[in-house]
């Protein structure tokens, strides 16, 4: 464990801490379509038994999404959803919420917020991890550092890639794993074909830092396959389609789905 892990203890690691648990978690686009229905969808998300909340800050050039969430971040940033936004939004979660959220982004609204300014507000509002897609590991050091100053986890993603790399990044992994299940981007897969046991396998070698497996799950069979073979499920493209089908209207079929997939995750 690192100096930085030391110092990091927030609710996020509690998402993992119950024996044999298998944790469910949820990703949504904030403000899609508007701030006061993604305020809706969290809370609804948790009442349906979702143990973890991304929320994806907006971004115009969201390299790692597929279609699904790249026209989500089109209609909040058309709908004037800023940085500052999102801020709010969590603000109003935590009025009647302590659930574990983690922001989803990409390093230039972070960077151009500031990071301690970024991450400082993160702490006051209980955000205890961020996810980065598009920040290098081998630069990791200069968002680590402000983020875990502030009690912020940076989450480090693993994908389908040679054993060594495997190794390297989980060994300096905390609050948890975002394990990739296939190559490419973000979006519904029929099916997932990569050997994720034998990832998951690697990771356990070097860290005992959870793990849970995310793109392309979109079906509860799907959930309690991917969980029995880690400590969770991650689900966004299905959840944001279901925004976009039903728009403001969507928080009744998003408690459907989501309670359907973490009964699902539980029986892994």
């Known amino acids: ?8 203890k927030n609710s996020v690691d ?9 944790a469910f978690i949820g990703f949504l686009t904030a403000g899609d379509p508007d701030a006061d229905s993604t305020v809706k969808f969290i809370l609804e998300m948790e009442r349906a038994g979702a143990d973890l909340i991304e929320i994806g800050l ?7 999404e597929g279609v699904v969430i790249q026209d989500a971040n089109i209609r909040a940033l058309k709908n004037g959803m800023t940085t500052d936004g999102v801020f709010e939004i969590v603000r109003r979660v935590r009025e009647t919420s302590r659930l574990p959220l983690a922001f989803m982004t ?10 301690d300014r970024f991450f400082a507000k993160c702490e006051e509002l209980g955000v205890g991890a961020i996810i980065i897609p598009d920040l290098p590991y081998e630069e990791k050091e200069e968002v680590e550092e402000p983020a875990a100053a502030h009690n912020v ?7 389908p890639t040679s054993e060594e790399r495997i190794r390297s990044i989980a060994e300096g992994a905390h ?14 897969r029929s099916e997932i074909t990569t050997d994720l046991g034998a990832m998951v396998e690697q990771i356990r070698r070097v860290t005992d830092t959870p793990c849970a497996i995310g793109f392309g799950i979109s079906t509860p069979g799907q959930a309690k396959e991917m969980a029995s073979l880690s400590d969770g499920a991650i689900v966004g493209s299905a959840i944001v389609k279901i925004i976009a089908r039903h728009g403001a209207q969507a928080a009744e079929e998003l408690y459907q789905y989501v309670k359907s997939m973490k009964d699902a995750v539980a029986e892994a």
């Not at 990409?106 to 990071?115: E, I, K, R, S, T």
């Not at 986890?153 to 994908?159: D, V």
């Open 58 to 64: 907006p971004f115009s050039d969201p390299t790692a």
């Open 14 to 22: 509690g998402v993992f801490d119950t024996p044999n648990k298998k």
């Open 153 to 159: 986890h940076l989450i480090s993603m693993i994908a």
């Open 175 to 188: 609050g948890f794993i975002y394990v990739v299940s296939s190559m490419g981007v973000t979006g519904v």
């Open 1 to 8: 464990m690192t100096e930085i892990q030391k110092k990091v």
């Open 106 to 115: 990409y390093l230039n609204p972070v960077f151009h917020y500031g990071y």
